[in-house]
């Protein structure tokens, strides 16, 4: 292990709560100081410590004058000159803190997470690529979902500063994408090389287990000791298909089995929750929505029940419903090896590409029910051996594709080759 660390600086718009690059940020911050390097964090939101931070407000993606941006460069095909101006002026303030943050903190290389892929806040990316082309700055652009992967960027007024800055590819730039599809994409687009890092959970320490606090989860929610959970791990979005999980327990007709929603519904509307819950009521499906007892931490509401961490959900839930349309990972599917859960999974086409290769022993349907999908559940219910084996493979295979010794292993490459960094 090396003795002498090097100065980190982390990069993104929002670096607090439970989203998946806050997440996966902390990460490779913890493997990094695993190796006595040192992480500092530049964002609009942030909740790491003061003492190694740089808050800067309009780096957040929902500040008004960013949203106000946002509002005339998506879904048009023009913009106003003023919008340019705003663009820039707000991208040489960010820049000239971006300045102050490396030089204030000593940085030595910056990890810049997901704000050169997608454009949530255009003058952080335009600031970022002008601070890179200024300095030739050793950066990691650590990429989680590219503009071109969602819909709604398709039409917009900003296309100069997207193959600008989104992602940016000076020479100085190493690109991490999180999966092979989006390798080979921004190789097709930009003409770039990248280094796959798939997201990873601890696989080395076992997952915290029953105690006084979760052991009432069940009861707190209003299932039976007997009943048969099914878990829905992800927010209220169309993409996750949750449509097929309420089919597929009406189909089961089997009153034991509940399905259990953890997250919110999303910034998409509630229109998909209401639907979701009609469809439920008419096949007779419990559908149990409960956002508002999962949390960051765990505690009590306004009133007075119970807040529990998703870790608490996974421990007591039976099967997990993964029936995404798209991901541009899956975390929620590792965190199922991780907890040795056994899973339905709709093929979507990173699982195809990057996770099924790997031999994981899932359910498997694509894009509809079958007979055989219904029998293949009602087995896992029943054979608790079929079950056993199932879960013990993907820990097995999880550990060895999705761990921190992979990350870290990553890590050394990619700090090394493009720094000189040798002692990761």
Known sequence: MSQV????????TRFAGTDGVSLEAAKWAKLLWDHRHVS??????????????????????????????????????????????????????????????TRKFEIEIIIVQN??????????????????????????????????????????????????????????????????????????????????????LDFDTPPPGLDDFNADFRESIGIAPDDILFLQPTRVV???????????????????????????????????LHALQEMAEHQGVQLMYIPDRIGEERGYNENGQKVYLLSDAYLHADIITYPSLYEGFGNALIEAFYYRKPALV???????????PRGFDVITMNGYLTREVITKVRRLIEDAEYRENMVETNFTLGKRFYSYAVLRRKLRTLITNHTGMDDL
């Open 5 to 12: 660390g090097h100065n980190i600086g982390f990069v993104g």
């Open 40 to 101: 500092y964090w530049y964002g609009g939101k942030l909740d790491t410590s003061p003492d190694i931070s740089m808050l800067v407000p309009h780096a957040y993606f929902g500040h008004s004058d960013i949203q106000w941006i946002n509002q005339r460069c998506f879904g048009q095909n023009s913009r106003e000159p003023e919008v340019s101006r705003r663009i820039l002026a707000l991208a040489d303030h960010l820049k000239r803190k971006l300045y102050d943050f």
């Open 115 to 200: 704000a050169m892929t997608i454009p949530m806040n255009i003058p952080l990316g335009v600031a970022i690529a002008m601070f890179v082309a200024e300095t030739n700055f050793p950066t990691i652009a650590h990429h989680h979902d590219f503009y071109w992967e969602r819909d709604r960027f398709s039409v917009n007024a900003c296309g100069d500063f997207l193959r600008m800055a989104f992602p940016c590819t000076l020479p100085s730039v190493q690109h991490v994408t999180i999966n092979s599809e989006a390798q080979r994409a921004l190789s097709h687009r930009r003409g770039v090389s990248s280094v796959l890092v798939p997201n990873v």
């Open 238 to 272: 169309p993409r996750k298909g949750i449509e097929h999980a309420i089919a597929l327990i009406g189909a089961l007709k089997n009153p034991r089995c509940k399905l259990v929603i953890s997250h919110e519904s999303g910034d998409e509307g509630d229109e998909y």
């Open 346 to 356: 709709n093929r979507y086409s990173i699982f195809v590409s990057d996770i099924e």
